[in-house]
């Protein structure tokens, strides 16, 4: 069971999602029926990805997010089963069956999958947090930004680009605006390996030289390698403020990107 899991973890991390199906397939058609049926499931979801991608119905960011789910959905299915070769000390009286522990996982899975489901069909809606109260929903000004929409950083041999897909102010009060920014956060590591898509590398510097002002949301992201992983920062600002220089820090080093209105 170790090889197996080390085996489709290798597949996964060689973008060759389909294989790592296959060989999970391949060892639940004699062993767990519910597994390889949430693998056929899995399998057909891959494909329908493929297929959209193909015919460019959905975009590279979003076929690459679908795929990451699809993969996840792979692990946490792996994740129910009990190690073939568990040694007699611990099999303990409170350790789960490997059926139940299957079935727990299947259960978590149709959850998740279920949440993003009915999410994607308008069936939920998520209210996100604001700063402070809204009195009003019209844009404050239009966000150009003159030097470009997209930098790209690179230190001690490792790049991450950032771009900006979208950028909006809004009027909050008398006294301040919010600047809301839709951003795509696409590193490419070498050893391939995840990183962190958060706050805390933004900073905005207002253009007329007033302190630096850190999100006032809380993004908290995982960052794939090689993929593109999408999220939203919001600063509140100054009303008087009328642009400045986004600032984004990767290790040691920093660039920015001039928003201006």
Known sequence: MTDLREQIRSLLADDQTEAAIDTLMQWAKTRY??????????????????????LGLISREDAMRQTNQ????????????????RSASVNTPSALP????????????????????????????FDKKTPEKTDTTTAAATV??????SVTIVEDGQEVTYDVQDARLEKLSAANNRLSLRLLCSPMLSPRR????????FRFHPADGSA??????????????????????QF??????????????????????????
Not at 70 to 85: D, I, K, Q, R, W
Not at 144 to 149: I, L, W
């Open 98 to 125: 490997p059926r139940r522990r299957l079935y727990l996982a299947l259960a978590s899975l149709f959850a998740g999958l279920a949440l993003l489901g009915g999410y994607a069909l308008g069936w939920f809606k």
């Open 70 to 85: 699809v993969n996840a959905g792979l692990l946490a299915l792996m994740a129910g089963l009990e190690p073939a070769n």
């Open 212 to 233: 630096a002002l850190a999100p006032s949301n809380d993004l908290n992201l995982i960052a794939e390698s090689h993929a593109s992983t999408e999220g939203q920062l």
């Open 144 to 149: 150009r930004m003159p030097d470009g929409a």
């Open 33 to 54: 029926a519910e597994l390889y049926d949430q693998c056929v499931l899995l399998r057909s979801r891959w494909e329908k990805i493929e297929e959209e991608s193909a």
């Open 236 to 261: 509140v600002l100054p009303a008087e403020v009328k642009g400045g220089t986004l600032t984004i820090k990767f290790v040691e080093k920093e660039e920015g990107i001039a928003l201006n209105w």
């Open 194 to 201: 995840p990183m962190n898509f958060w706050a805390a590398s």
